[in-house]
């Protein structure tokens, strides 16, 4: 079903006093937007929901007709794509790297239509319809990393993520290589699941860890990370959690259990990625969509940080710690050693 977004949400609240609706625009390339989940739901708390709130946000700016399709399975991938395209839709988002094959061949079979691919990336020679927005999840892990080893009384820390691809690998890969900045000597868990899906199999995961001594949880897998965090928390131990803020996700502001044990959030500013992207479209600006490459978000660009602790008892000393390595991230004085395409570690020289 389409509708049209007008007040449906602030942009200052949603998006920080940093984003400012722009005057009309010219020669505008879209008028309507379709957005595609990945497995999951607009509502999850994780990658999904920023997307789908950063259209929302542009769809208020811009007068934008908006829908959006709760991808049920892997397998519907195309079937979601063909019904945007079908349904007239001037511009379509996707969202993962699991959809990416189907969105290329979406955006070379339908010229006309221009696609947004989070956490996708776009190969050399793609057709010019087709952006991809990546992001320095290593950057984002690396800070929260380096956080939980600040926070650790155990000395023992450990992460949860979903399927290995690229994002989840950058993020596991920052996590341990930023913990390790701050102690080489920490002893880092950690496990992949194949589902982001599966909140049981996260929770089994982070009970198990915590029955090994570890006291700080990291959840990066989408429902899965979420799943594990939230048990950890209602047990007593600390949790990171991920894409956005998950303080008003998972912990619903602070009403769920545990809420004061979620000392941060590995940030990845999804909702900002769209938004611009849309408004790029609007504006007629091909050069700033960078159709047929892909985009990066880094802490040089505000794309990742760190959520505050909210509840939670962390240090100011701590919070200062953090800070300081982010503006090392950002002026290049402090690397992760994890490849920010593939999420391998570097071989240091």
Same mark, same amino acid.
């Given at each position: ?164 691809? +690229? ?140 959520? +505050? ?5 962390? +240090? ?23 490849? +920010? ?9």
């Amino acid at each position: 079903m389409r509708m049209k977004m007008a007040g449906l949400l602030g942009l200052a609240a949603l998006c920080g006093a940093a984003w400012v609706a722009p005057a009309a625009a010219q020669e505008a390339l879209i008028e309507s937007v379709c957005l595609v989940t990945d497995v999951g739901r607009v509502n999850d708390g994780t990658f999904n929901q920023y997307a789908y709130e950063g259209m929302l946000a542009a769809a208020e700016d811009f007068d934008l007709e908006v829908t959006f399709i709760e991808t049920q399975a892997q397998t519907d991938y195309e079937a979601n794509l063909a019904t945007c395209v079908d349904e007239g839709y001037d511009a379509v988002i996707t969202v993962g790297f699991l959809i990416a094959d189907a969105t290329l061949a979406a955006a070379e079979a339908n010229p006309d239509v221009f696609f947004i691919g989070v956490d996708q990336f776009v190969p050399e020679g793609s057709p010019t319809n087709y952006v991809g927005v990546q992001f320095r999840e290593d950057e984002a892990g690396f800070l929260v990393g380096a956080m939980a080893a600040l926070m650790t009384e155990s000395g023992t820390i450990a992460g949860v993520y979903g399927i290995d691809i +690229p994002p989840v690998v950058k993020f596991r890969n920052g996590f341990e290589q930023g913990a390790r900045f701050i102690n080489p000597d920490i002893n880092v868990l950690g496990v992949y699941i194949d589902s982001f899906t599966a909140r049981d199999r996260g929770a089994s995961a982070a009970e198990q860890f915590i029955g090994e001594g570890a006291d700080v949880i990291f959840g990066a897998g989408g429902p899965t990370g979420s799943g594990a965090i939230a048990f950890a928390a209602s047990a007593g131990a600390l949790v990171i959690g991920v894409d956005q803020d998950e303080y008003f996700t998972t912990f619903l502001g602070g009403e769920a259990a545990g809420a004061e044990n979620i000392i941060t959030s590995a940030v990845k500013r999804v909702d900002q990625s769209v938004y611009l992207s849309l408004k790029a479209l609007v504006n007629g600006d091909l050069e700033t969509f960078g159709g047929g490459g892909t985009r990066v978000l880094s802490a040089a660009n505000d794309g990742i940080g760190f959520a +505050p602790p909210h509840d939670a008892d962390v +240090p100011e000393a701590v919070i200062e710690r953090v800070t300081a390595i982010l503006e090392g991230l950002k002026d290049g004085s402090i690397e992760t050693g994890v490849d +920010p395409i593939t999420g391998e570690l570097l071989k240091m020289m």
